[in-house]
């Protein structure tokens, strides 16, 4: 301290005190209010945390080494820049939530295009996401919710758009937890599975009326696979070559 002491403070603090200081300080005497900052020494490659105020009619100014907290600060926000890049280019939708709250803290652009809702309305208001799930389901919506802090879950849901459409979408979500377990966000991706449901639908609707015309024909129908093995075989088979069904069913026409 004697070797600061009666110093200017610029030459004192030689690669710490810069202009943005001296700038602070000149504040501070003028507005009588305290200044925050946070600044980087070049030779020292260390950041500082300064708080500049008045003490008993003098300019004070309290230091703490800051650097493992703001080399920690700018890995999570590069984290977070690299995230948002991949959130903002995917069709599902991708969102961050706190625990206990419902509060959402992220939720990607696909989120407008699912539910025709842009997603700084439904961020403001937790309870516009509940609004859009089909009223027969949105009991089972909310439950959903109150179970899935704790561990991994899954659910399928219908929603009605603003517009009046209805999607089907399905979403995954699992806890995060800090260091000491607890946990601290829900992190969940959305995913939009109407046209898939109803691919499925039409696809089961075609083999409904598949079995109901092999069922009711008169000619013996029977499905091989490309390598001769029987796959169906229609009642009318049954009746033409006495064997059952299940003794055709695995067998090699050749």
């Not at 859009?132 to 919710?145: K, V, Y």
């Not at 399905?170 to 800090?178: I, L, N």
């Not at 599975?193 to 015309?213: G, K, V």
């Amino acid at each position: 301290p004697e070797d600061v002491l009666g110093k200017p403070l610029a030459e004192a603090f030689k690669g710490i005190v810069q202009k943005e200081v001296l700038e602070a300080i000149a504040a501070v005497r003028r507005d009588k209010f305290p200044v925050d900052l946070e600044l980087f020494s070049g030779p020292l490659k260390r950041w500082f945390g300064l708080r500049i105020y008045l003490f008993e009619g003098r300019v004070a100014i309290h230091w703490a080494d800051v650097t493992e907290r703001k080399a920690l600060a700018i890995e999570l926000e590069e984290r977070q820049r690299q995230f948002s890049q991949i959130a903002e280019n995917i069709e599902d939708i991708v969102f961050l939530m706190e625990p206990n709250t419902g509060k959402v803290l992220f939720l990607s652009p696909a989120f407008e295009s699912v539910f025709g809702v842009a997603p700084e309305l439904a961020m403001a208001d937790p309870a516009l996401i509940e609004s859009l799930i089909h009223p027969e389901e949105r009991a089972d919506f909310i439950r959903h919710w109150t179970k899935q802090i704790l561990v991994s879950a899954e659910s399928t849901n219908r929603l009605v758009r603003p517009d009046g459409q209805h999607r089907i979408i399905r979403t995954r979500t699992h806890p995060v937890r800090d260091s000491a377990g607890k946990v601290v966000r829900i992190a969940g991706v959305t995913r939009d599975i109407t046209e898939q449901n109803q691919a499925a639908e039409a696809l089961r609707a075609s083999e409904d009326r598949l079995r109901a015309i092999l069922n009711t024909a008169a000619d013996a129908i029977i499905t091989i696979n490309r390598r001769g093995i029987i796959q169906s075989a229609n009642p009318a088979t049954e009746k033409l070559f006495g064997y059952p069904t299940t003794e055709l069913v695995g067998q090699n026409v050749a």
